[in-house]
C-alpha cells in the first residue's frame, strides 16, 4: 500500500499513548496524514505529552498536517458530517469527518477504530480503512513487532482505555487470519 493514511484522534493516540508512533513510522513515514482538527484535540493541555510527540513525527517528516480549506467541497462534506448531516445520516467527531474527507477527497485510506460512526460513510463513499488492530498486523507480518510484543502493547493500549476490539494481539491475528 502507498496511499496517505488519513488518522482520526482515536486511532493515533492508541500508539501515543504507549509511546509506539515509532511503529507508524516504520511502516508509513511521509505517508503518515493528521488532520487539522485531529492535531488540535491532541492540543489539549491535559495531553500535551500527546501532541509533543505528533510535533516530533512532523518535525522528522515521518507526519504532516492536512487542512480542510473553508468555501471548498471538502469543507461542505466535512460541515454535513459534524454539524448538518443528511437525512438518515448523524453527526460524527470532527476527527474522524476530517479523516473521511480527506481520504476521500485525497484518495487514501482511514485509520480509524471508530467503526460504529464510521462505517455508513467508508460504505457510502466507498472508502479503505485501518485500525490500530490492521496496523499492528502489518507492523507484525513486516516483522516489525512479535506477537509476544504485540500482545505487550495491546495490553497497553487497553490499559489506557483504547478501545481496539479483541482482548489481546492474538485474539486479534486469529480473527483476520
Known amino acids: 500500500m502507498t496511499d496517505s493514511l488519513f488518522f482520526d484522534s482515536d486511532c493515533i493516540s492508541a500508539f501515543l499513548w ?14 503518515i496524514v493528521i488532520p487539522k482538527s485531529v492535531y488540535e484535540e491532541l492540543s ?24 480542510i480549506e473553508i468555501d471548498t467541497k471538502e469543507y ?29 477527497s ?11 460512526d464510521i462505517c455508513f460513510y467508508v460504505k457510502r463513499y466507498g472508502l479503505r480503512y485501518m485500525t490500530t488492530g490492521d496496523i499492528l498486523v502489518d507492523a507484525f507480518q513486516n516483522e516489525i513487532i512479535t506477537e509476544e510484543q504485540g500482545n505487550l502493547i495491546w495490553e497497553n493500549m487497553l490499559a489506557r482505555r483504547r478501545k481496539i476490539g479483541a482482548n489481546s ?3 486479534y491475528l486469529l480473527s483476520v487470519c
Open 18 to 31: 504507549v509511546k509506539k508512533e515509532s511503529i507508524l513510522a516504520q511502516l508509513y513515514t511521509g505517508r
Open 44 to 67: 489539549y493541555p491535559r495531553i500535551a505529552h500527546l501532541k509533543a510527540r505528533v510535533d516530533k513525527m512532523i518535525l522528522e517528516k515521518q507526519a504532516w498536517i492536512e487542512a
Open 76 to 104: 461542505q462534506t466535512y460541515y454535513k458530517l459534524t454539524v448538518l448531516p443528511e437525512e438518515g445520516s448523524v453527526v460524527i467527531g470532527k476527527g474522524e469527518a476530517a479523516a473521511i474527507v480527506l481520504a476521500q
Open 106 to 116: 485525497r484518495g487514501g485510506v482511514i485509520a480509524s477504530n471508530n467503526l460504529k
Open 169 to 171: 494481539f492474538s485474539d
